[in-house]
């Protein structure tokens, strides 16, 4: 084993701390890098404070992991020492099930090992996050980062990218579709880059009115204040698609309104509580509610491929390890735009 330093939750109530722990020595197929730099997702949020139910403490949060290879395993080909890396909200899965032969590990049908709050294949052995200073893991689970790009804002397309370019990719969102993304937020302003990037015609709702400089920005082309019912009178009927990217509750029956027929509304953020859906909030307009969560290997290796062919990357506010608590406090209040990342030498 080898001694890692981390920052860690113990238990649901008290602040993030120093916390040591050991990881695997690299077996025959492992990477290991340091990490650099890693986003903060607001699931983070939600699993250290265990609104989810079912967290596992002591918890070394962080899944948009980021760094540079120091040792590759006897079997590794696909990484040498020296390579950026990257790793995302997955380290490993059963791989022989019908959706991870698909590609689609993050729907294992036997269970995927989580990057943190989660276990190993073994069922047993707790998974540590990227607040942390290295990371072991399985090569096909570790992701190619192109040198072109800025490193700290590469870290959240490892969640908040995949998260948002994953459905639109798989509803094949692109010219002539007219498409909504709800909140503007750390998915929010990914699912806008993507979505104009596509050539779609994106529309930002959000209740800040504060946010439509920034809204447009990012690629948006229009914008609506969810708060004033005039302009919500102008987008009844009017999308093809929603790209829902709140965590915090809120009424799908009203959003489920401004699609088109067959439109289909995406769930890509998850609210802590349960929401009731109307019937007839889907039947007239044989609408969808659906939802996506990140995506399997290939498809984030071709969402990062993209990223840097495109110059795409998250727009982020760097931060101290020290001061996680701040900024998940901030994130609670919307005060980030868009991604808090962790400069992980000052931990």
Partial sequence: ??????????????PLGPFNFDRREPGPHDVQFDILYCGVCHSDLHQVRDEWGGSIFPMVPG??????????????????????????????????????????EQYCLNGHSQTYNGTEQDHKTPTYGGYSNFIVVDEAFVLHVDERLDLAAVAPLLCAGIT??????????GEGHKVAVLGLGGLGHMAVKFAASFGAEVTVLSTSPGKEDDAKRLGAHKFVVTKDPEQLKGVQGYFDFIIDSVSASHDYNMYLGMLKTDGVHICVGAPPTPSQIVAFSLIPGRKSLAGSMIGGLPETQEMLDYCAEHNITSDIELIDMKDIETAYERMLKGDVRYRFVIDMKTL
């Fill in 1 to 14: 084993m080898i001694a890692a330093k981390g920052y860690a939750a113990q238990d649901p109530k008290t």
């Fill in 63 to 104: 899944h948009e992991i980021v760094g540079r290879v120091t040792a590759v395993g006897s079997e590794v080909s696909k990484f040498k020492v020296g390579d950026l890396a990257g790793v995302g909200c997955l380290v490993d899965s059963c791989r022989h099930c019908e959706n991870c032969s698909d590609g689609l």
């Fill in 164 to 173: 948002t370019y994953s459905p639109l990719r798989h509803w094949k969102v």
